[in-house]
């Protein structure tokens, strides 16, 4: 318990962590002799009222000759689990106070240095200064404290309510407390660096809602629906599904969890993301490799974590069914996205070739062979963009929603960022000499086709596709991107990411931007500027060839990506990392691609990541993505308001079976049940007897056509009120029936034609075709055509004064210009308590004769420039008169008034101010602003120069105040003074 294994703090802490939560491992020797192997609890985490909780205010401790007295420690059976530090906001003030909690985030990197042995044990830390109140670990940067705003978990604490109540309230609750503790904290490995975790309030609340729900239905007579938890992207999804398993797998008997995405890439990030917090899962999860691995994986009796993809649930070699590998009930499959591929319940009727002839046979969705192999198994679904279509409800799937907690409440927490959006389209016309020409040329290269295959070639290659990846649209883009990225990056520092719509377009816009920066180009996958992601094989063009890389490649380029600090700045992708890539220090992303829906919510969140003080995050729209965005956010609302989903869901059954029942008597007369009994070659033929059956029903060829026409539409209107119905008895029954059905309506609409020309031929010359007569004109600012002005995004540098003068958006200027001279001043008056004030009355003068229409907008500009340059030139007085910065905030305390500069001069007050120093440094103890007796010694030796000086004796008293709170706002803590021991 007291012995340090390491000078690492973190380690020492994560060590104990582990003691705290899985208890200590002892033996003794038992009343028989023999070694008896137990644990020591150290807290009871069964009964809560069952252990001692204590709150101690100015508890002091004395480590390596540092005595440090934090605000609160809260014990818990004499251990110091949480330490509490309070700050007030500082009277003498004229600005707002919210940096003031930040001082007591400041505190504890101080507390850590000092008195590491009081953090080795602490579970977490509180910071407050009476008007907000955060909560974070020991590792923790100032933009991880964040509030706790709930007391019950069921709604958000009113605004009357002070934030430390609710955060008092809602965290250190004894019961709320050691479940914190003992299931909501994790020390995640990463890139050799431990971070430490703790639970936001709405993954707290949202994992016990599920890990309740869960219980529920895994019981006999449970309906194995978890649920579904829709919480917003980038609020922490990942680490919830970790939490989430690692309580289920103390609350059930050893169940077996299964983690289920629909891709490799993101199999692979989430798996990455459960093993570097293994500790919490109590086991080392296990990724599927292969089909058999996943069958092996699953036919245990109890336990394990295991990763797949769905597409591993899908039958081998001549199997028809995929088998059951377990019946137990403590199964639960945790999906997550779970709306993209868990609807897969349909069946289908497939071709294929066995001993050279063709035959046909009924495949089935991979989420039914799921179901299969693990009947009684119970799902939860984990979603950051739950979709309601025409025929997708994802809480019909998986039951009701657990928890929602959207992109509004995530932005007000500060848990993601806010994104914003641009739009820059890229206007496009065809060339003039080309417009004559165009069609005879496209005649020429497809003079062998039937007219039906020119045309769909024709609407092919108008595509947006198509003329964006024009290779004179591609260089104008490229020169936008480039001008914008990189006033973005003067902005701030952070990276960006180019979605294009097709790879060739990857490489073709690549290859134009490296044309304008050729030093942003490497081959070598470590170094480099600029890089594109996408998969490939051998046989794609040579001009990709260089960007195909395989797996271990691409992480080597996502951990460069993912790294602040290094070089790479820009990625190019088609697919890849549009979901579950995490890199916070992304802000702009590119779209030359249009994506709908969930996809689209999920791409633009890779920018709304929390990152030090990066504002938001942007998306810039070259090809029209506004109505899509809206649409996708339409369905995002109107599913957080949707009504019972068991009504739903039974409207859709009945409207199933009303369409079953139509599309049925299509068919009468005609007796397609035989092909359930037919062998594979019969059932090919009994497919292809039925279409022509639905055709041969009308007697012209209007009346087939219409014959057609009915089949098409009410088999497609009976599948999307099956996907809505699915799982359920009703659509079990019927299943295999509308297997046929669409296998009939496939062939109904399905044309097939040869091709004189190869399509690799006609491809490549109607590009070339394309290319030559687009023209691209210049990149047009949406913004500017509406004529609504964008905010200047500059950074202050020596050119910014001079910038915002010539701003014609003047009242633009002033509100920048007063924010910039706010944040300046209210950061010198930290270090210079007179010149601070100073500076702070000649602002609120400007500012108040501004609003009593003393003085015009360009007027205050002026004087606003003309205080920056005083700020800017008073950096330089120290220089001057050979004194440091806390000397010269001294200087400025004796030559507050005007006779002691007069009969004194500057160098008697400089020698002055150089004393004062060491006085504060050699009387200035711990906490001595709160001790009387050096308080009064100190304005003893401070009068005694005064007088020693000839300072005017009727301004000694103002003066020695001043003295007295400059050398209190320089220590706030004598380790800011460098304190020399007397």
């Known amino acids: ?83 509490i530090e309070l700050k007030r906001p500082d009277e003498d003030s004229s600005f707002g106070d919210d940096e003031i909690i930040w001082d007591a985030y400041q505190q504890f990197q101080t507390y850590k240095k000092d008195i590491p042995g ?49 955060l008092l309230r809602g965290m250190c609750r004894p019961d709320i407390l050691l479940d914190l503790i003992r299931h909501f904290i994790v020390f995640e490995d990463d890139h050799g660096k431990v971070i430490k975790k703790l639970a936001r309030y709405h993954q707290y609340h949202a994992v016990n809602k599920a890990v309740e729900k869960t219980k529920l239905a895994c019981m006999p007579d449970g309906d194995r629906k978890c649920g579904v938890v829709w919480h917003t992207q980038g609020s922490g999804k990942s680490l919830e599904m970790v939490f989430y398993a690692g309580k289920l797998a103390l609350e059930l008997d050893n169940p077996t969890i299964v983690v289920l995405t629909d891709r490799n890439d993101l199999d692979g990030q989430l798996f990455d993301s459960f093993a570097r917090c293994s500790e919490i899962l109590r086991q080392q999860p296990v990724q599927a490799e292969s089909r058999a691995h996943l069958r092996e994986l699953l036919s245990v009796a109890s336990g394990g974590i ?44 497939r071709e294929r070739e066995v001993e050279g002839e063709k035959v046909a046979e009924i495949s089935y969705g991979f989420a039914k062979y799921m179901r299969d192999a693990l009947p009684n198994a119970s799902f939860i679904g984990f979603t950051g963009t739950p979709i309601e279509l025409d025929d997708r409800s994802t809480p019909a799937v998986f039951g009701d929603y657990i928890d929602i907690y959207d992109i509004e409440q995530a932005v007000k927490d500060k848990v993601t960022v806010p994104v914003s959006y641009e739009s820059r389209l890229s206007k496009i016309d065809l060339a003039k000499e080309a417009r004559e020409t165009l069609d005879s040329d496209f005649s020429k290269i497809t003079g062998d086709w039937d007219s039906y295959e020119a ?50 377009i990857c490489v073709d816009l690549y290859n134009e931007i490296i044309a304008l920066h050729p030093e942003w180009h490497d081959e070598d996958d470590l170094k480099g500027q600029i890089k594109v992601i996408m998969t490939g094989s051998a046989a794609d063009d040579e001009t990709m060839q260089p960007h195909i890389r395989n797996k271990s490649r691409r992480m080597k380029i996502r951990d460069r990506m993912q790294d602040p600090n290094d070089p790479l700045k820009l990625v190019i992708v088609c697919d890849m990392w549009l979901t579950g890539f995490d890199a916070p220090c992304l802000h702009t992303m590119y779209f030359l691609k249009w994506l709908q829906g969930h996809n689209l919510m999920q791409a633009i969140a890779r920018v709304n990541r929390v990152f030090k003080d990066k504002p938001g995050g942007l998306i810039v729209d070259y090809v029209g993505l506004l109505y899509d965005l809206k649409y996708a956010m339409a369905n995002y609302t109107r599913s957080g308001g949707r009504g019972s989903p068991a009504d739903y869901k039974d409207e859709a059954v009945a409207l199933m079976l009303e369409k079953y029942e139509i599309v049925q008597d299509l068919f009468y007369g005609f007796d397609y049940m035989r092909i359930f009994s037919a062998s594979p070659k019969e059932k090919l033929t009994i497919v292809r007897e039925g279409a022509d059956f639905i055709l041969s029903q009308g007697r012209t060829e209007d009346e087939r056509t219409q014959e057609k026409k009915r089949l098409i539409q009410h088999v497609t209107e009976l599948s999307k009120a099956f996907a809505l119905s699915v799982p359920h008895p009703e659509a079990d029954r019927i299943r295999d029936d509308l297997a046929y059905f669409q296998a009939v309506r496939s062939i109904l609409v399905k044309l097939e034609r040869r091709p004189a020309k190869s399509k690799y031929e006609m491809n490549s010359a109607i590009k070339e075709l394309v290319s030559k007569s687009i023209a691209t004109e210049e990149i047009i600012d949406i913004f500017d055509v509406v004529g609504i002005n964008k ?26 210009l007063k924010k910039l001279l706010y944040d300046e001043i209210k950061t010198r008056s930290k270090r210079n308590l007179i010149q601070g004030k100073s500076f702070a009355e000649m602002l609120e003068r400007a500012i108040n004769e501004y609003k009593n229409r003393g003085i015009d907008t360009v007027q205050v500009i002026e004087e606003l420039l003309d205080l920056a340059k005083k700020i800017s030139e008073a950096d330089k007085r120290g220089e001057g008169l050979g004194l440091s910065d806390e000397e010269i905030a001294f200087y400025d305390a004796l030559a507050d008034n005007e006779s002691a500069v007069e009969i004194l001069g500057n160098e008697t007050l400089r020698l002055m101010a150089a004393e004062l120093v060491k006085i504060i440094r050699q009387n200035a103890g711990v906490d001595w602003t709160l001790r009387k007796n050096i308080q009064a010694k100190i304005r003893v030796n401070v009068k005694r120069l005064l007088k020693k000086y000839g300072y005017p004796p009727d301004k000694q008293k103002l003066a020695t105040e001043n003295i007295l709170k400059q050398a209190e706002l320089l220590c706030i803590g004598v380790e800011q003074l460098h304190p020399v021991v007397a």
């Open 1 to 83: 318990m007291l012995r340090e294994e390491s000078q690492d703090l973190v380690h020492n802490n994560r060590s104990f962590h582990n003691m705290l939560v899985n208890g200590v491992d002892v033996e003794y020797q038992g009343q028989d002799g023999e070694t008896v192997y137990d644990k020591v609890w150290l807290i009871d985490f069964a009964k809560p009222a069952e252990n001692e909780f204590l709150a101690v205010n100015q508890f002091t401790i004395i480590e390596d000759g540092n005595n440090r007295r934090p605000d609160i420690i809260l014990f818990v059976n004499g251990l110091p689990l949480v330490v």
């Open 118 to 166: 009081l953090f080795r044990y602490n579970a977490f830390l509180l910071i407050s200064d009476g008007q907000d109140a955060m909560a974070g670990t020991l590792t923790s940067n100032r933009e991880w404290f964040i509030p706790w705003k709930t007391i019950d978990g069921e709604k958000v604490a009113d605004f009357k309510v002070p934030p430390m109540e609710v």
């Open 306 to 349: 295991v990763f797949t993809t769905i597409q591993k649930f899908s039958p081998e070699g001549e199997e028809d069914q995929f088998p059951v590998l377990s019946e137990r009930r403590n199964i639960v499959v945790i999906a997550d996205e779970a709306h993209r591929s868990q609807y897969g319940f349909d069946a289908k009727f």
């Open 455 to 504: 045309e769909k070639l024709k609407s092919r290659w108008s595509r947006l596709e198509v003329v964006v990846g024009s290779k004179d649209n591609l260089r104008k883009l490229a020169a936008d991107i480039v001008f914008h990225f990189e006033k973005r990056l003067e902005a701030m520092d952070g990276k960006g990411m180019i979605v294009c719509m097709t790879r060739q």
């Open 791 to 816: 905010p200047d995004i500059s950074i202050l540098s020596e050119d910014f004064l001079a910038e915002v003068r010539d701003l014609p958006q003047k009242n633009l200027a002033y509100e920048v």
